[in-house]
């Protein structure tokens, strides 16, 4: 949404990624791709099927929420609570999927659609402009959608799957000292995330916290 556009650029710089100046700040890089691309392959993971028991039991490990690799605002510091309750508290994986389905896959009207298209065209059609935009950021890092032509390829999760590989792919391109191919990914990323994700991520995830009946999915809208 426009009120969200304006927001994004303030925000972005917490994921744009600091270009090191000499070689003693690449370690401090490295650490900082290796945080943010866990995070999106967190909140991945979270958006892109329902929460399972095995999931449930990882998230209430000793000191894994109190890891997540990003700065605690007041966003990540109200998601991370929302989280630790679920997992002290009594919900099952059955009361998750049931918020999942609800929330993003139907049938039903969805309460969170997931898609980018939904957001940012005029008609709200699937498979609009933006789909196939992000299916050619896709390609060009030799990726494509599992689903290809049955579910759009804009949807929240492989967007944050997608920022997160080209994490993996930058800090491969430090590990070999190759630093075009380093600002290359770079550039990448921050025309995705700033041309993408942060101009309708914000309003998805808003209804996802806004709309959720559980803790769990209340939090991931938060944290995301």
């Given amino acids: 949404s426009r009120s969200y556009a304006v927001l994004h ?4 710089d917490r994921f744009l990624i600091p270009v090191p100046a000499a070689a003693t700040d690449i370690r401090e890089v490295a650490s900082r791709l290796d945080g943010i691309g866990a995070a999106y392959g967190a909140v991945a993971r979270f958006v892109l099927a329902p929460a399972d028991e095995l999931l449930q ?13 990003m700065p605690r605002d007041l966003h990540t510091t109200r998601g991370l609570e929302l989280l630790e309750s679920s997992t002290s508290g009594s919900e099952t994986a ?7 389905q609800r929330l993003f896959v139907g049938p039903d009207s969805l309460l969170a659609p997931p898609y980018e298209s939904v957001y940012r065209t005029v008609d709200q059609l699937l498979f609009d402009e933006p789909t196939f935009e992000v299916r050619a950021a896709y390609r060009a890092l030799g990726l494509q959608a599992p ?3 049955r579910e759009p390829d804009d949807h929240i999760g492989l967007e944050f799957s997608f ?17 075009p191919r380093f600002d290359e990914v770079l550039d990448i990323h921050r025309r995705f995330l700033c041309g993408h994700l942060l101009l309708w991520g914000g309003d ?3 209804l996802v916290e806004a709309n959720s009946q559980t803790p769990f999915y209340k939090g991931v809208g938060a944290l995301g």
């Fill in 204 to 206: 998805c995830l808003g």
């Fill in 57 to 69: 039991r990882r998230l209430a490990e000793p000191g894994q929420l109190e890891s997540w690799p």
């Fill in 94 to 100: 059955a009361d998750l999927n049931r918020d999942y």
């Fill in 163 to 179: 920022l997160s590989s080209l994490c993996e792919h930058a800090l491969v391109a430090l590990a070999r000292d190759d630093r």
């Fill in 147 to 149: 689903n290809l032509n």
């Fill in 9 to 12: 650029e303030q925000r972005a």
